[in-house]
Nanobody, 122 residues
Framework: QVQLVESGGGSVQAGESLRLSCSAS????????MGWFRQAPGKERESVAV????????SYADSVKGRCTIARDNGKNTVYLQINSLKVEDTAVYYC???????????????WGQGTQVTVSS
């Protein structure tokens, strides 16, 4: 089984950028589609971006399209999420997850990290 650990979260001002990382151990990450999801206080977990095992396919939520880039380095067993022009409404715990296919449905993902907090202030 793959274990996932997120990092790179923090407290930033609106308009700044962050790069989140998700490091995997236990199995080769290229076997999995990967996704980034987030959950704000009092809200349901939502998809942010997903990427196929090879990296050829990517998809983004409308709320982050144009501001986010998902990427993976299978040699380093790591997936990244670059978020630019951060907004207060991006404040959430960000989770990475692994699954058999790159869909925006979080229920398709079977392995989850513990999350990293992103807080954006105005």
């Amino acid at each position: 089984q793959v274990q996932l650990v997120e990092s790179g979260g923090g407290s930033v001002q609106a308009g700044e950028s962050l790069r989140l990382s998700c490091s995997a151990s236990g199995r080769t990450l290229s076997s999995y589609a990967m996704g980034w999801f987030r959950q704000a206080p009092g809200k349901e977990r939502e998809s942010v971006a997903v990427i196929s095992g090879s990296g050829a396919y990517k998809s983004y939520a409308d709320s982050v399209k144009g501001r986010c880039t998902i990427a993976r380095d299978n040699g380093k067993n790591t997936v990244y999420l670059q978020i630019n022009s951060l907004k207060v409404e991006d404040t959430a715990v960000y989770y990475c997850a692994a699954g058999p296919r790159a869909t925006m449905d979080l229920y398709d993902y079977t392995r989850w990290g513990q999350g990293t907090q992103v807080t954006v202030s105005s």
